[in-house]
Nanobody
Framework: QVQLVESRGGLVQPGGSLRLTCSVS????????MAWFRQAPGKDRELVAG????????YYTDSVRDRFVISRNTAKTTVYLDLNNLKPEDTAVYYC?????????????????WGQGTQVAVSL
């Protein structure tokens, strides 16, 4: 069983930055894929970024590439998502998710562990 707990999000002005933290505990292995998803009101949950445990390969959806950075600590107990140059369209509930092995998938149903979600709002 893997437990994921996200840090609090917040309200940020356009162009601002925010760091989200996901604390990981439980029976997690180096092969785990860790990902951040987000869901805006009325929209499907979408993959924002992911990192593969076996080789640290990362993935970013096009709309956040060059603005967001996913990383984790050496012990692999914390996953970060640095959100830079935030835009109003980044407003959503952000979720940390984990799956055991495989690729960084955009299919959210393949992820077996989820955090509780944290709200990020980008507005003046």
């Amino acid at each position: 069983q893997v437990q994921l707990v996200e840090s609090r999000g917040g309200l940020v002005q356009p162009g601002g930055s925010l760091r989200l933290t996901c604390s990981v505990s439980g029976n997690i292995f180096s092969s785990y894929v860790m990902a951040w998803f987000r869901q805006a009101p009325g929209k499907d949950r979408e993959l924002v970024a992911g990192v593969r445990g076996s080789d640290d390969i990362t993935y970013y959806t096009d709309s956040v590439r060059d603005r967001f950075v996913i990383s984790r600590n050496t012990a692999k107990t914390t996953v970060y998502l640095d959100l830079n140059n935030l835009k109003p369209e980044d407003t959503a509930v952000y979720y940390c998710a984990a799956k055991n092995g495989g690729i960084i998938s955009r299919t959210h149903s393949l992820y077996t562990s989820w955090g509780q979600g944290t709200q990020v709002a980008v507005s003046l």
